[in-house]
């Protein structure tokens, strides 16, 4: 079965500073890795969504890299700032059988970016 | 282009009854499926629905119930509530294939009492 960790739980950071958050997942049988934000209260918002076949994607200030033999991807954010703080949640997109077209997700990296 | 759309945002339900949740998906997505999150357990997997075939399914008591119309709207049915259904539901929606990003709704928050 499929198994997403995050690693740190939690993160809380001065304005201005880089930042990696982990993400690994046990099964390399995967379709595509999506990385999301979660406010509170609120729904899901796609940031980023790395193929299978690829290494990384770029967006802004947020890179996302995928290991995918390894099972594990990084979010890069660069010179974070207060609207930052979120929960960033990595899913998994399982490829075959029962797992197809579900997402796997990890519990999350609560972040925190003060000013 | 207008979002994932979920109704009702809050709703308060006694137990053993039973919920009714609603989700029009983005306009032309085909595939929607349906999340629950709680603290507890984070988020899992109810099921995903695709031109109105069942096509998955996550490890819920039967319960819970889903189904999807021709013009792609869903809707999930919770049956016989119990406290532990308390939950943030999520409905999600993309065009139709795995390839494709998925794209959230705000959710429908769920009390059980």
């Known amino acids: 079965k499929q198994e997403v960790t995050q690693i740190p739980a939690a993160l809380s950071v001065p304005e201005g500073e880089n930042l990696v958050l982990n993400c690994s997942f046990t099964d390399s049988a995967i379709y595509n890795l999506q990385w999301f934000r979660q406010d509170p209260g609120k729904g899901l918002t796609s940031l980023l969504l790395?193929?299978?076949?690829?290494r990384e994607q770029t967006s802004g200030r947020l890179n996302a890299s995928l290991d995918k033999s390894s099972g594990r991807s990084t979010l890069y954010i660069a010179a974070s700032q207060p609207g930052d703080s979120a929960t960033y949640l990595c899913?998994?997109?399982?490829?075959?059988?029962?797992?197809?077209?579900?997402?796997?997700f990890g519990r999350g990296t609560q972040l925190t970016v003060w000013p | 282009k207008a979002g994932v759309t979920q109704t009702p945002r809050y709703l308060i339900k006694t137990r053993g009854q039973q919920v009714t949740l609603s989700c029009s998906p983005i306009?032309?997505?085909?595939?929607v499926s349906w999340y629950q999150q709680t603290p507890g357990q984070g988020l899992q997997f109810l099921f995903e629905y695709f031109s109105e075939t069942q096509r998955n399914k996550g490890n819920f008591p039967g319960r819970f119930s889903g189904r999807q119309f021709s013009n792609s709207r869903s809707e999930m049915n919770v049956s016989t509530l119990e406290l532990g259904d308390s939950a943030l539901y999520l409905c999600?929606?993309?065009?139709?294939?795995?390839?494709?990003?998925?794209?959230f709704g705000e959710g429908s928050w769920l009390t059980v009492v």
């Open positions: 306009s032309g997505h085909r595939s």
């Open positions: 790395i193929q299978s076949s690829q």
């Open positions: 999600a929606s993309r065009p139709g294939t795995e390839v494709d990003t998925i794209y």
């Open positions: 899913a998994v997109n399982g490829d075959r059988g029962s797992t197809l077209g579900r997402l796997y």
